[in-house]
């Protein structure tokens, strides 16, 4: 199975400033058919998740610009250009190259 | 507006059986590939299972393989996952989630259902 693994696993952001969520996989997730499986999701408190971020870099329907994702073969991030309150919550990213689909421990985004 | 909502979840013992539903509605729902994914109290998500639209390329985590079953109903709408020989460890939230188009990924996500298995 690949792993995921995010850093860090706790982000105190100040209102107003960048917040930057790290993700590498223990393999490629280059996929046979040339694209990169990789998402991030967003979860709230009490919420389900909810996509952000596909194919490493395409930010979803109705998602924010200050969201945005980077990356390649097994590094991968997500950034937060202006962190607002509305954004608190867990990120976590999932690969969809290969199955089992697994996803990374979450990443905790709290306000300082 | 595309809807999912979960049900059947609840209190069940160990080896025993649940099984859930998920009732779709806002989209063409024999056109997408359907997933299970769960997440125990304070946890993170887990992959469970996917169906294609068909329903007929079905994949399992290693953890439900043999135990699981998911399945599904084009002329209702509907998803499933039968869970059989129910352990402590598969006490979660469940959550159903539609495949993205032209993606692996899951676009959207229902409010779960949880499902504890305790004596």
């Known amino acids: 199975d690949i792993v995921m693994t995010q850093t860090p696993l706790s982000s105190p952001v100040t209102l107003g400033q960048p917040a930057s969520i790290s993700c590498r996989s223990s393999q490629s997730l280059v996929h046979s058919d040339g694209n990169t499986y990789l998402s991030w999701l967003q979860q709230r408190p009490g919420q389900p998740p909810r996509l952000l971020i596909y194919?490493?870099?395409n930010r979803f329907s109705g998602v924010p610009d200050r969201f945005s994702g980077s990356g390649a073969g097994t590094d991968f991030t997500l950034k937060i250009s202006r962190v607002e309150a509305e954004d608190v919550g867990v990120y976590y990213c999932m690969q969809g190259t290969q199955f089992p689909r697994t996803f990374g421990q979450g990443t905790k985004v709290e306000i300082k | 507006e595309v809807q999912l909502l979960e049900s059947g979840g609840g209190l069940v013992q160990p080896g025993g059986s649940l099984r859930l539903s998920c009732a779709a509605s806002g989209f063409t729902f024999s056109s997408y590939a359907m997933s299970w994914v769960r997440q125990a109290p304070g946890k993170e998500l887990e992959w469970v299972s996917v169906?294609?639209?068909?329903?007929?390329?079905?994949y399992y985590a290693g953890s439900a393989k043999g135990r699981f079953t998911i399945s599904r109903d084009n002329s209702k709408n509907t998803l499933y996952l039968q869970m059989d020989s129910l352990r402590a460890e598969d006490t979660a939230v469940y959550y159903c989630?539609?495949?993205?188009?032209?993606?692996?990924?899951?676009?959207?996500w229902g409010q779960g259902t949880l499902v504890t298995v305790s004596s």
């Open positions: 169906i294609s639209g068909g329903g007929g390329t079905i």
């Open positions: 194919k490493i870099s």
């Open positions: 989630a539609k495949g993205l188009t032209g993606t692996t990924d899951f676009d959207y």
